[in-house]
C-alpha cells in the first residue's frame, strides 16, 4: 500500500507532492509541469488516470496509450518517484490515501477547482495551480497527426 511506503519518507519530515492526469501522449507541456511539481517538494506522486477513466473523460477514442504503457513512461522521467493508476473519475480517494503536503495541478486548473483541495488544505497542507503551457496537449498533437 502506498501509506507503508510513504510512511518513513513522512517521518523523516520529507514533503510528497501529489498531481495527476491521463497522460496520454507526453509533451514538453507534461515535463515542465512534472519538473515544476517535484521542485516544490522531496517525493513526487502521480496518479494516473485508468483507461476505463480517460474513456469517460475524454471519450471512447481515448485513451491512445494503455495505462500501463502511461504508467511506465511517467516513471522513467527523473522527476517522477511513484506512480498510481486510479480507477475512479477523480483521485480523491489516491489522494486521501497519499495525503500530500502539497497537492498541484496545471495551470488550466484554478485551486478552488483542484479534486482534493479542500481535503489537503484541511491538515494544513497547501494547493498549487502550476505554470500552463499554452498550445501544448494531447489534444493538439492528435489533430496535427
Partial sequence: EIESLLAPLKKEGRKIVFT??????????????????????DFLVVGVNSDESVKKLKGPTRPLQNETDRAEILSSLQAVDFVLIFNEETPLTLIQKVKPDILTKGGDWKVNQIVGA????????????????????????????
Fill in 118 to 145: 479542500d481535503f489537503v488544505m484541511s491538515y494544513g497542507g497547501q494547493v498549487q495551480s502550476l505554470q500552463f503551457v499554452e498550445d501544448r496537449s494531447t489534444t493538439k498533437i492528435i489533430e496535427k497527426i
Fill in 20 to 41: 495527476n492526469g491521463c497522460f496520454d501522449l507526453l509533451h514538453v507541456g507534461h515535463t515542465r509541469y512534472l519538473k515544476q511539481a517535484k521542485s516544490l517538494g
